[in-house]
């Protein structure tokens, strides 16, 4: 069945979006998402929209960003005008590298969000960080802004494996950063984790897991490496410098993420997500996974507003420019169609903790199920009583069981 946009059809000067749409806009939760597209150098696996200084060149500078973003925000506030979204649950300023800005432009950017639509009085308010873009005062002006989580790419303590993935933090510089965090009072501290790096030994990543439950944080995530094309990494391994990632090593790493943190009290609520308590949760990521309304400020940026979804230029500089002349930043749009919104909601939900109602399945899909359950992939419990839940093996395979329960 057609969407009621074609696909990638453009977004309207103005930024207009239709009248169903701003019906809808906030029903299941909004949240505001800000991408800072700045990084000091780039890590040799990372293909996110995010430039160092000598890439960018002229056109787009991190003094002048805030305001860049700001002034997104005003023409966001225009177009949801007549149909305010409700509080803002959550903010999510991602990157890129978000503290390469001054904590007053953080604060500035947090402080226009909540003027123009109201911050919810227990708003889950994240930024990430990279570990040596912090100190104990920038963490202190950051929490005194309104900022109550904060997610630090850490990805591994040996420092063997850092040199690979082109980290320039120190081995102990992240869990260092993380209890800065607490010090400076964060409700919620996160640390990223990346798994199954070439080199990577199984005591290397004991070690992060052991330093990353020490550092007392309360959520971690960890990531199966992904080679992207593109990337300085995909390019050494191409040329044989490096050896390929290996699935059974990412699944060995996987169970050993699942021991050592559920050991610690940690439990997942997503399959690359632990958090120690239920509210220790992402909120902002589980806005998303549930199919929630967002906006997403900044170059590349996402945005995803009843059930319209859009998306800005990726260029910094074009981004500036849309916005210096009064123009929307967004570059396209679409409305997905039925079955692809069943297609995504089945993709997501699947991944979580609670797991995705059985009576959401066509009876191809219920079939695929019943196959999962009877493979091992799918909690019998759970089951039992009408949802599909990965079991420990079904979440190392995940893709697979998703791919059986869609047409
Ligand atoms: C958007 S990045 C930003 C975090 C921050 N700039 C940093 O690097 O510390 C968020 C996380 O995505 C993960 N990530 C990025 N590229 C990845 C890749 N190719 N494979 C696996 N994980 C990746 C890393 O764990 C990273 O911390
Ligand atoms: S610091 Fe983070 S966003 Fe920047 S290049 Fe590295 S992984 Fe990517």
Not at 166 to 171: E, F, G, L, P, Y
Not at 306 to 319: D, E, L
Request: glycine residues 12%; charged residues 25%; proline residues 6%.
């Amino acid at each position: 069945m057609p969407g009621v946009l074609p696909e990638g059809e453009p977004v309207p000067v103005d930024g207009s979006l239709p009248a169903t749409a701003l019906r809808e806009v906030g029903a299941r939760g909004f949240g505001v998402y800000v991408h800072v597209p700045f990084c000091a150098s780039r890590c040799g696996y990372c293909d996110f929209n995010t430039y160092t200084a000598a890439e960018l060149g002229g056109g787009a500078t991190r003094e002048e960003y805030a305001e860049t973003v700001l002034a997104e925000l005003r023409l966001a506030a225009r177009v949801l005008g007549d149909a305010p979204p409700g509080r803002v649950e959550t903010v999510f300023v991602g990157g890129g590298t978000p503290t390469l800005l001054p904590a007053d432009d953080l604060a500035r950017i947090l402080d226009g969000i909540d003027r123009t639509w109201g911050l919810a009085a227990d708003a889950e308010v994240t930024t990430e960080a990279n570990p040596e873009s912090v100190t104990p005062d920038s963490l202190k002006a950051l929490r005194a802004a309104g900022y109550t989580r904060i997610s630090l790419g850490m990805q591994s303590a040996a420092p063997g494996v850092l040199a690979v993935l082109d980290r320039r933090h120190s081995a102990g510089r992240a869990t260092a950063a993380a209890r800065e965090a607490r010090d400076a009072g964060f409700d919620h501290v996160n640390l990223d984790l990346i798994y199954g790096t070439p080199g990577e030994r199984p005591e290397d990543f004991a070690r992060s897991l052991d330093e990353v439950v020490a550092a007392g944080v309360d959520h971690v995530s960890a990531y199966a490496l992904i080679v992207e094309d593109g990337t300085r990494l995909a390019a050494r391994m191409r040329r044989g410098e490096l050896p390929y990632p290996d699935d059974d090593v990412a699944a060995d790493r996987y169970l050993a993420a699942e021991a050592a943190l559920g050991g610690a009290g940690f439990s997942w609520y997503e399959v690359s997500n632990w958090a120690r308590t239920p509210a220790a949760r992402c909120r902002h990521n589980l806005l998303y996974w549930t199919g929630g309304d967002w906006w997403g400020l900044g170059p590349g940026a996402h945005s995803h507003v009843g059930g319209v979804r859009w998306w800005n230029v990726k260029h910094p500089a074009a981004y500036a420019q849309r916005l210096a002349e009064g123009r929307s930043p967004g570059l396209a749009r679409e409305v997905l169609t039925p079955d692809e919104a069943h297609m995504e909601d089945v993709m997501l939900r699947l991944r979580l903790a609670s797991g995705l109602p059985l009576d959401a399945l066509d009876p191809a899909g219920r079939a695929g199920a019943e196959r999962a359950l009877a493979d091992g992939l799918l909690a019998p419990a759970e089951y039992a009583a009408g949802r599909a839940v990965l079991t420990l093996r079904g979440r190392l395979l995940a893709d697979a069981v998703v791919r059986d329960l869609l047409p």
